[in-house]
């Protein structure tokens, strides 16, 4: 038996049983492990459970044996003993364990270089969109009140915003309207500590308990991305206050891109 792996554009690795059927392919999004899912397909191959491979075992523990087969096929987990025991039990030679395991090695490599990149870029691409914004600012102050009280305009989502505070359900990407009051009131703005420029905040997480968290977000004169703004605290009781409820508004299906072409009608 053999399994192919391939990594994908997007971080998760198509796992397929024949190296030339990509329909087969099922992509996983990898959390843990090709050498679990190698275990996992081998047992299932040989239509063995879990339990009658923990009892093939002959340990005294029945239930600690299950257990740590489990935690292999879900994570791949190093049981050096058990993964010479299951080698034997699944009569598999240990050199292709061996060979997987090296697989898994160089896998989590490209991953963690892919994983890199990935972010890279939509750090960049979200840069670019922010400084956009910022530098639309002055027109968009102008049209602030038929912004916030159109929700096609109010509810159009800011990819790459954020809020996110403990206990609390965190908002993958805020809206418009919402930046554009939280800014327009200097609630969401800060000094820039490197050249005095304003810092628009476009996103923020930490805990309202404790206070301790930070903003992050653009500054418009060095046009920078700005880490570690301080006070969370401010930042989450603006937005409480502000933040509409969920099912009061349906997304707008505007873009930023859309609007400024619209307002100017
Ligand atoms: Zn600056």
Known sequence: MRVYFELLGDGT????????????????????????EFFKRTREERNLSILQVAKLFGFSNIDKTKRNIEDIERSGKHYPEYFRKLAEIYQI?????????????????????LLHKITVEKEKRTELFFLKVIDSLPFLFRHF?????????YFIPMPGSCFSAAYMKSR????????????????????????????????AGGSPLSGSG????????????VYGVKHFAEFFNVFLKLQVSEPTFAKSNLTFKDCSGVLKQ
């Open 13 to 36: 690795v198509g796992i397929s049983n024949s190296q030339s059927s990509v329909n087969d392919r099922k992509t996983v999004n990898f959390e843990g492990s090709i050498v679990g």
């Open 93 to 113: 030679p240990f050199a292709n364990v061996n060979i997987i395991t090296q697989y898994q090695k160089e896998f989590d490599l490209k991953k963690k270089e």
């Open 145 to 153: 009140d038929r912004i916030v009280c159109d929700p096609d305009y």
């Open 172 to 203: 993958p990407e805020l809206y418009l309207g919402e930046l554009l009051t939280l800014w327009k009131n200097g609630k969401w703005t800060s000094e820039c500590s490197v050249c005095g420029g304003t810092v628009y905040i476009t996103g």
């Open 214 to 225: 930070s903003g992050w977000g653009y500054c418009s004169k060095c046009r920078k991305a």
